[in-house]
């Protein structure tokens, strides 16, 4: 059994545990509800160079000393940055948690940003934005974005563009970090072998101390509109993100989406994989997957085929789509896409990092601690009739967005993609 309890430091900081005594390890995040689309075009990449920043020395660690005590007792110390938040987060055995949080706390708190560091770290960022580029299956994905949600910022790469990279300075980081990281944008989850009451106890000696501020998030509604780009590229394959506007995050029918992704491209029994991969031997990857937002969202289909073989992809996924928007999946098909997401769901919770996460996703997008039997419920309620009605409005005609990167020109591109280019 498990215990969620969830407390309200003084300064408006948000404290969600989940007490599962038979586990070992202990999992503990600090959540920033502030990501790449939060930042101006001008700024694109700071949350990202932020989160490298903060594991590089504080006035009583250096980053080596930050490397060293974590794993001295076998933890992990970590960080990722998304669209709609940042996290950094520590994995420690359960006695183990005063240490982690101390870390944690002093990373986030007392990071110098020194010059030197900045200018180390900078380089490391170029780097990794040098091997996206030079991963056409990731690069793909990144132009998808860019032209799916074009001026918005949630179209923009969490990672940021070379050019602002080089050109941003320190003071300016220093100061979006000062006016965005502030308690009223943290949340603080932790999963697995710990007491609530003790964790809130060492956390409060620190983050009290953050300074209260206002924050005003102001959110810009995201719009996609259909495109058809062709990323001219000197590559073996030809790498396709074609995709359709979908419920948002927030919205019920996220779960019909789920389902019909599921179906779609979710797994070796789908269907794109199916008749893709398995039946026709065209592509090695091929799947559907969800980016669901706040206020938007998106289903894209990615494949990676031949250059002679991109026509007959582009029509095979086209058809499948339509087959979904024409024909009521079977019973059969159904009930399996529906135990593949709970079971996908239920192992995901084995570990106390999905459990730290899914409390602070919960927090983020919904306010409360969704139960597991509310999403084994509302998974359930899915019917045919629901998901035919969900791909006739994602897949209307003119709703499709695509990208084709490699050796590709509008020839490869069957004539019923009446998307203009």
């Known amino acids: 059994m498990s215990k969620i309890q969830k407390t309200r430091l ?8 989940e007490e599962v005594h038979d586990f070992q390890s202990a999992s503990i995040g600090i959540w920033v509800n502030i990501g790449s689309r939060d930042e101006m075009e001008n700024e694109n990449g700071v949350s990202h160079f932020i989160e490298h920043l903060l594991f590089k020395g504080t006035e009583k660690r250096s ?19 998304g669209r709609e938040y940042t996290c950094f987060y520590a994995k420690v055995l359960g006695d183990d948690i005063p240490l982690a949080i101390d870390l944690l706390s002093d990373i986030f708190l007392n990071s110098r940003f020194a010059q030197k ?24 994905h990144d132009i998808f974005a860019a032209n799916f949600w074009k001026g918005h910022s949630i179209g923009m790469p969490v990672i940021g563009s070379a050019d602002i990279i080089k050109s941003i300075k320190r003071d300016a980081i220093l100061r979006y970090f000062r ?101 026709r031997g065209l592509a090695y990857s091929v799947y559907s997957y969800l980016n669901l937002y706040l ?23 086209l058809k499948e789509v339509g087959k979904l928007r024409r024909e009521p999946v079977s019973q059969d098909e159904l009930n399996i896409a529906k135990e593949q997401l709970k079971g996908g769901m239920l192992l995901g919770l084995e570990t106390t990092e999905n459990r730290m996460t899914k409390l602070a996703r919960d927090e983020i997008y919904f306010k409360r601690t969704v139960p597991i039997r509310e999403i084994i419920r509302e998974i359930e309620k899915v019917t045919q009739d629901d998901l035919m009605e969900l791909a006739s409005d994602m897949f209307a005609n003119g709703s499709i967005g695509m990208v084709a990167m490699g050796d590709v020109s509008r020839k490869n591109i069957p004539g019923t993609f009446n998307v203009p280019c």
């Open 10 to 17: 003084e300064n408006g900081i948000h404290v969600i545990t």
């Open 63 to 81: 980053a080596r000393d930050i490397a060293r005590e974590i794993e001295s007792v076998g933890g992990i110390l970590n960080a990722f940055t």
């Open 117 to 140: 560091e900045v200018e180390k770290e900078r380089l490391v960022v170029l780097q990794e934005i040098k091997m996206i580029e030079d991963t056409p299956d990731d690069l793909v």
């Open 179 to 279: 006016n965005a990281y502030l308690p009223h944008t943290v949340i603080i989850t932790a999963a697995g072998n710990l007491k609530h009451s003790k964790l809130v106890r060492l956390l409060r000696r620190s983050f009290e101390e953050m300074e209260c501020r206002p924050f005003n998030r102001k959110i810009k509604q995201a719009k996609p509109a259909p495109f058809l780009v062709l990323e001219r590229k000197k590559l073996e394959q030809v790498h396709i993100c074609l995709g359709v506007p979908s419920p948002s995050q927030s919205e019920p029918a996220r779960y019909k989406a789920y389902l019909l992704n599921t179906i779609l491209g979710g797994g070796m029994s789908s269907r794109l994989f199916h008749e893709i991969r398995e039946k």
């Open 295 to 317: 206020d938007a969202g998106a289903l894209v289909v990615y494949a990676g085929v031949s250059k002679d073989n991109t026509k007959r992809t582009i029509d095979l996924i």
